[in-house]
C-alpha cells in the first residue's frame, strides 16, 4: 500500500512544478517579445528586460528540470519582483520609464501572479524524500531544507492570500492607467534649449517629439501607441522666436492635432518632469521616435 501512496502523494508536486516552470517560462517569452520590439531602445530598461528574459528562462529550465525547492522558491520570489516592477512603472515611474496599460502587460501581470503561486506552494511544499530517509540528510540544502521537508506550517494560506494580493493590485493598476488626460483646446508651443539643443516643448515645458513613420497630412499612431505618445491636439498658440511652419490635421477620432514642418506632434510619457527628452531616439510602437528640433 504504502508504494502506491507514493505517486499520488508526489502527483501535486509535479504538476506545481510543471505549471510554474511553464508560466515562469511564458512571461520570459512576453518580456523578450517587447524587448525585440522597442523596449531595448529605452534607456535602463531595456537591458532590464535582457535580465528579466535570461533569469527567467534560466529558472524556469532549473524548476523543470530539477524540481528543486530552492529553485521554485527563486522562481517565486522572482516573479513577484517582476510583477512589482510593473506595478510600480504604471503607478509612478522606474528610471524615468512611465508605464500605461496594455494587453501585454496585463497578460504578463496575470501569468507572474499564477507563476508565484505555482512555484512558492512547489517550495513550501512537503518533500516526498522526508518520507524515505527519515530526515533528508542528503537533501539540497543541509540541514536548513531538511527542517523544512515535511512542509510550511500555514504555507499554503499565505501564498493564497499574497497571490490574490497582488491580483487586486494589478487590477487596481490597470483600472487607474491609460492614455494621459486629452490637451486643452488650446495648445501653446514653446521653444527651450534641452540636452544642448534647441526643441520645441508645449506650455508646460515637456519634449515635443516626431514619429518617423508618419506622413504629413496623417498620424499613424493610434491605440497602445498614442497611449506612450501622447499627440498634441488643438489650435496650436505660437510662442515667441519658434521659425517653420505650424498647422493641424485631422485624426481618426475627429480630434485635431498640431503639426510642425510637416510632422504631426507628440508627447511621452517617459518624460515625466520638463527638461527631459527621454523619447528622442527610441525605437518604440512601429518606428524611430525623435525629439522636434526647432529650424531656423
Not at 512603472?89 to 500605461?100: H, K, N, P, T, Y
Not at 539540497?140 to 500555514?154: E, M, N, T, W
Request: charged share 10%; with cysteine.
Amino acid at each position: 500500500m504504502k508504494s502506491r501512496s507514493r505517486p499520488n502523494a508526489r502527483h501535486p508536486q509535479a504538476w506545481l512544478r510543471l505549471v510554474g516552470g511553464g508560466l515562469l517560462a511564458a512571461t520570459g517569452a512576453i518580456h523578450l517579445d517587447l524587448y525585440l520590439t522597442g523596449y531595448r531602445s529605452i534607456p535602463t530598461i531595456g537591458w532590464l528586460f535582457l535580465l528579466q528574459v535570461i533569469t527567467a528562462f534560466a529558472l524556469a529550465a532549473g524548476v523543470l528540470a530539477t524540481g528543486s525547492r530552492l529553485a521554485a522558491a527563486a522562481g517565486a520570489g522572482f516573479a513577484l519582483a517582476t510583477l512589482g516592477g510593473y506595478l510600480l512603472s504604471v503607478w509612478a515611474s522606474l528610471f524615468g520609464f512611465r508605464e500605461i496599460r496594455t494587453t501585454a502587460g496585463i497578460a504578463a501581470g496575470v501569468i507572474e501572479a499564477a507563476s508565484f503561486a505555482a512555484l512558492a506552494g512547489l517550495a513550501a511544499a512537503s518533500a516526498p524524500s522526508a518520507r524515505r530517509d527519515g530526515g533528508g540528510k542528503a537533501a539540497l540544502g543541509g540541514r536548513f531544507l531538511a527542517r523544512l521537508q515535511p512542509g510550511v506550517p500555514g504555507a499554503g494560506p499565505a501564498v493564497a492570500v499574497v497571490s490574490i494580493g497582488a491580483l487586486v493590485l494589478l487590477g487596481l493598476a490597470v483600472a487607474q492607467s491609460g492614455s494621459p488626460a486629452p490637451a486643452p483646446a488650446s495648445s501653446t508651443l514653446k521653444a527651450a534649449r534641452i540636452g544642448g539643443v534647441t526643441v520645441l516643448t508645449n506650455a508646460g515645458g515637456f519634449t515635443l517629439y516626431w514619429f518617423a513613420p508618419d506622413r504629413p497630412a496623417k498620424s499613424t499612431c493610434y491605440g497602445t501607441c498614442a497611449g506612450y505618445w501622447p499627440p498634441v491636439t488643438g489650435t496650436p498658440v505660437v510662442g515667441p522666436g519658434i521659425p517653420g511652419k505650424m498647422a493641424t490635421i485631422r485624426r481618426s477620432d475627429g480630434t485635431t492635432q498640431v503639426t510642425y514642418n510637416g510632422h504631426p506632434l507628440y508627447t511621452y510619457v517617459g518624460d515625466t518632469a520638463p527638461g527631459q527628452a527621454f523619447g528622442d531616439n527610441v525605437n518604440l510602437n512601429g518606428g524611430l521616435w525623435h525629439e522636434m528640433i526647432v529650424s531656423g
